[in-house]
Nanobody
Framework: QVQLVESGGGLVQPGGSLRLSCATS??????????MKWYRQAPGKQRDLVAT???????AYADAVKGRFTISRDTAKNTVYLQMDSLKPEDTAIYYC???????????WGQGTQVTVSS
């Protein structure tokens, strides 16, 4: 059983930065078996994919965040990060960490962390 715990959310002014963390536990070498993703969900809207990091370390981003957000991972700490720069009010949402097994497609979700961008 994989557990995901997000942290690092908060209130930030437009143009500011935040770094979200997703601490994983419950399985060894998680990044060798799981693709890791960040999603976000704004009030009244669907949950959207923000960023992906594959088992090989390749990354991909939604057009809305490309050039501003960076996904990364630390294998020693079993943690995935989302560095968010040049934040805009439209980035306000609950951000969720997701792990998806490459073969079984089993998915796990964290509880989410709130990001609010406002002056």
């Amino acid at each position: 059983q994989v557990q995901l715990v997000e942290s690092g959310g908060g209130l930030v002014q437009p143009g500011g930065s935040l770094r979200l963390s997703c601490a994983t536990s419950g399985t060894r070498n998680i990044f060798s078996a799981y693709t890791m993703k960040w999603y976000r969900q704004a009030p009244g809207k669907q949950r959207d994919l923000v960023a992906t990091i594959t088992r090989s370390g390749s990354t991909a981003y939604a057009d809305a965040v490309k050039g501003r957000f960076t996904i990364s991972r630390d294998t020693a700490k079993n943690t995935v990060y989302l560095q968010m720069d040049s934040l805009k009010p439209e980035d306000t949402a609950i951000y969720y960490c997701n792990a998806r097994h490459f073969f079984t497609a089993t998915e796990y979700w964290g509880q989410g962390t709130q990001v609010t961008v406002s002056s």
